[in-house]
């Protein structure tokens, strides 16, 4: 296989993977996955986005609940369906960054690590600095 198709196929997977994560998060905070799986629902959601955020007023953790819900849900279908490849990765990159600075200040640096945030948003980061080769 040249390497052209290879380097295609892993940003594929990379670009699946990442979108594939963002949804699984959307569907496991509406219990599509099931009931006490994840989150299970969207108040057990809010409770996990108050414990992140535990740094912000409790007034905004439902804004930042439904912020978050939305710009996963927009990043996961645009990252599935191939909308916007690099810039979409750029937004996902910054997102997860966010995400994992955010748990990094109210847990310690052990869960977003633990949880791979960094990992994913260096993934997202790479993917979005990638130029494809041309032979």
């Known amino acids: 296989m040249r390497a052209a198709k290879r380097?295609?196929?892993?940003?594929?997977?990379?670009?699946?993977?990442?979108?594939?994560a963002f949804l699984s998060g959307i569907a496991s905070r509406f219990g599509l996955w099931g009931k006490g799986v994840g989150y299970g629902d969207f108040a057990h959601f809010e409770a996990y986005?108050?414990?992140?955020?535990?740094?912000?007023?409790?007034?905004?953790?439902?804004f930042l609940a439904w912020s978050a819900t939305t710009a996963e849900l927009v990043l996961g279908l645009?990252?599935?369906?191939?909308?916007?490849p690099r810039w979409t990765a750029l937004a996902s990159a910054g997102l997860l960054a966010?995400?994992?600075?955010?748990?990094?200040?109210?847990?310690?640096?052990?869960?977003?690590?633990?949880?791979?945030?960094f990992t994913a948003s260096a993934c997202a980061l790479l993917l979005a600095l990638h130029t494809p080769r041309k032979d």
């Open 7 to 20: 380097e295609r196929l892993v940003t594929i997977y990379a670009r699946l993977a990442l979108g594939a």
């Open 49 to 62: 986005t108050a414990q992140v955020n535990a740094f912000m007023p409790a007034r905004t953790i439902p």
């Open 98 to 117: 966010v995400f994992g600075l955010a748990m990094a200040i109210s847990f310690g640096p052990k869960e977003p690590l633990d949880y791979s945030v």
């Open 78 to 84: 645009a990252l599935v369906a191939g909308f916007k």
